[in-house]
């Protein structure tokens, strides 16, 4: 087989590889900002599961 061809083979089996690589990385990068854009969009508040009763509530501040 000509060096040429066999070069020429294994430069197209590593463009393909860095493709695959290049896709994910890119999916990846957008499934953060996505996630990052919904947390914004929602308006993440901070979680009151572990408050005692009467905290974290409404103050009455008229009196």
């Not at 061809?5 to 590593?14: D, F, R």
């Not at 005692?52 to 103050?59: Q, Y």
Request: glycine fraction near 10%; aromatic fraction near 0%.
């Amino acid at each position: 087989m000509d060096m040429a061809l066999v070069a020429s083979a294994l430069a197209m089996k590593q463009a393909g590889t860095q493709q695959q690589i290049a896709t994910s990385l890119i999916k990846q990068n957008a499934d953060m900002e996505r996630s990052t854009v919904m947390t914004l969009l929602e308006g993440a508040q901070p979680s009151q599961a572990n408050l005692g009763a009467g905290i974290g509530g409404k103050v009455d501040i008229a009196a």
